[in-house]
């Protein structure tokens, strides 16, 4: 018996961190939005095809903008404060962000040349990190095996209760 309720426990805590919520964006189209909730991962296509273009991506700040990717020569280099979670695939154009976090949130905007440094595009969009709803209540999976679990002990010892009033022994 022990040993299922530690499966149980077990298997609620590798759910509740298998669970991950992804949110893809299509910068290219009209939307120039784009809003993940914290924690999650975010995909948002900048170009259909980033191979033989040198970018640049940079995070709009007030009076200043941070690099946080450059493309060129077709190899990748993102800012240390992005690396760990942070990808950009060149052949599909696409950013990976996962872990997304409430700082990530801002303007954003792409430039793209071809490789003799002649312009091609610029692309700007908003990342919009949705914060907690406060209306929500969040409950994890090893909270309601340990619920589950308290109501299977109680149900065990009511059901025996009557047995230790009446002097019958249980049977094992």
Not at 10 to 18: D, I, K, P, Q
Request: net charge positive; glycine share 6%; charged share 20%.
């Amino acid at each position: 018996m022990e040993q299922f309720l530690l499966l149980l426990i077990f298997a609620g805590t590798t759910c509740a961190l298998s669970i991950v919520p992804e949110t893809k964006c299509d910068a290219i189209q009209i939307i120039v939005s784009c809003a993940p909730v914290p924690g999650a991962t975010v995909y948002i296509q900048l170009m259909t095809n980033a191979t033989g273009y040198v970018l640049e991506f940079n995070k709009n700040l007030p009076g200043h903008d941070i690099k946080v990717f450059i493309v060129k020569n077709g190899k990748v280099k993102i800012r240390e404060s992005y690396r760990n979670r942070t990808e950009f695939f060149i052949d599909t154009g696409t950013l990976k962000i996962t872990d997304v976090e409430e700082d990530d949130a801002g303007q954003y905007t792409l430039k793209a040349y071809k490789p003799n440094g002649e312009f091609v595009q610029m692309l700007s969009f908003t990342l919009n990190v949705k914060g907690k709803d406060s209306r929500s209540i969040d409950i994890s999976i090893p909270a309601v095996v340990g619920v589950l679990i308290l109501i299977l002990v109680g149900c065990m010892v009511w059901k025996l209760k009557p047995c230790r009033k009446t002097g019958y022994e249980t049977l094992s």
